[in-house]
């Protein structure tokens, strides 16, 4: 997905990539492969420990996507794995809003793995 959304809206893989709330760092290795200035942050610190122990070629940092501030900019923010979806209060999203506004410059792409409420999944029966 975030491939695609890569080649439509920037012609192709970005220079540089945020990913917030990477977890254990999976999908930065996937698209490392095409993107060698990726960062991934995430506040809980066993998760960056494995992401470093697992894929040291990534940098991985602690830290809460409500207050990071890395004083640059990427050509593309991510978030995927519902990570967004521990942000529940209105004034929290606009502390991570204003996270990727930070981090932006123009031309910066945001790719979100949100869940859809108006289009949940079926549950199962029983
Ligand atoms: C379901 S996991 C998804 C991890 C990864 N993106 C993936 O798809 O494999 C959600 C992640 O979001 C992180 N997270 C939740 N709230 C966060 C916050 N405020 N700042 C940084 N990371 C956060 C959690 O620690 C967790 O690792």
Not at 39 to 67: F, H, W
Request: with cysteine.
């Amino acid at each position: 997905m975030a491939e695609k959304l890569f080649h439509r809206h920037l012609g192709g893989f970005p220079a540089s990539i945020l990913d917030t709330g990477c977890g254990t760092g999976r999908d930065l290795e996937y698209l490392a492969k095409n993107c060698e200035d990726r960062v991934g942050v995430d506040y809980q610190e066993s998760m960056i420990g494995y992401a470093r122990k697992q894929r040291p070629s990534i940098d991985s940092r602690t830290g809460d996507m409500r207050t990071l501030r890395l004083d640059r900019t990427f050509a593309a923010i991510v978030s995927f794995g519902y990570a967004i979806a521990n942000i529940h209060e209105n004034a929290e999203l606009d502390q991570v809003m204003a996270t990727y506004a930070a981090h932006s410059a123009a031309g910066t792409l945001l790719v979100l793995e949100v869940i859809n409420a108006t289009n949940p999944l079926p549950l199962p029966a029983g």
